[in-house]
């Protein structure tokens, strides 16, 4: 098992483009999660996704989207960059077998300048 | 706002030495208290949790306390080794699997040999 796995590892872009954050599981979980994580403020979830097509909003969804049409894969959307979305995201799943247990993944460093 | 505030910020110990870090809750719905560790680098992994049906959880050299009429729960690390020297992180959520987790804001810890 990959577990989760998040692509791509580092990402430059400049304010005002376009890029989706891949994320993907293979330990068939149903719930899965993205988050964001700057220094000193804890991880702040972005999206969650409950099953394939069943999305919802956590904390700090301003400037994001997210899709769901697989068990497997999450992607997360940034339509518009901004140097504010600059940070480093990490993907989560879990399921009813895993208990609470969230399963991370890498992460993806994104830098907007 | 559903909050877990967390300290110290960072933590220096020496190497056989006692790390404590503690969090504090407000949402007495609040059922599951896990602690997360996190190398750099990497993703967080799950390292210990608790319910509040129990006053402390001891797995290896890593106990919880938890403290209901307090609102607060606290990790110890016994006997701590250089290669504990990461970030740790708590959470706590108030639903069973699928719970949307709200961290703290992170505690370096940096064990000295």
């Known amino acids: 098992n990959a577990g989760v796995t998040q692509t791509p590892k580092f990402r430059i872009l400049k304010i005002g483009q376009s890029m989706t954050l891949q994320c993907a599981q293979d330990?068939?979980?149903?719930?899965m999660y993205w988050y964001r994580q700057d220094p000193g403020m804890g991880l702040k979830l972005i999206y969650y996704?409950?099953?394939?097509?069943?999305?919802d909003k956590g904390e700090v969804p301003n400037g994001y989207n997210v899709s769901r049409s697989t068990t497997e894969d999450f992607p997360l959307r940034l339509e518009l960059a901004a140097p504010s979305q600059t940070s480093v995201y990490f993907c989560a799943s879990s399921s009813w077998t895993s208990g609470d247990t969230q399963y991370f993944g890498p992460g993806t460093r994104l830098t907007v300048l | 706002q559903q909050q877990v505030k967390q300290s110290p910020q960072s933590l220096i110990v020496q190497k056989g030495g006692i790390s404590i870090i503690n969090c504090a809750y407000e949402?007495?719905?609040?059922?599951?208290f896990p602690w997360y560790q996190q190398f750099p680098g990497k993703g967080p992994a799950l390292l210990i949790a608790i319910r509040p049906d129990v006053s402390e959880k001891k797995e290896g050299r890593f106990t919880i306390s938890f403290n209901k009429s307090a609102k607060q729960f606290s990790l110890h690390i016994m006997d701590s080794q250089p290669g504990d020297s990461a970030t740790y992180f708590c959470?706590?959520?108030?639903?069973?699997?699928?719970?949307?987790?709200?961290f703290g804001e992170g505690t370096q810890l940096t064990v000295n040999p």
């Open positions: 959470a706590a959520s108030k639903e069973t699997s699928g719970s949307r987790l709200t």
């Open positions: 330990m068939n979980h149903n719930y």
């Open positions: 996704s409950v099953g394939a097509g069943i999305t």
């Open positions: 949402n007495t719905a609040f059922d599951y």
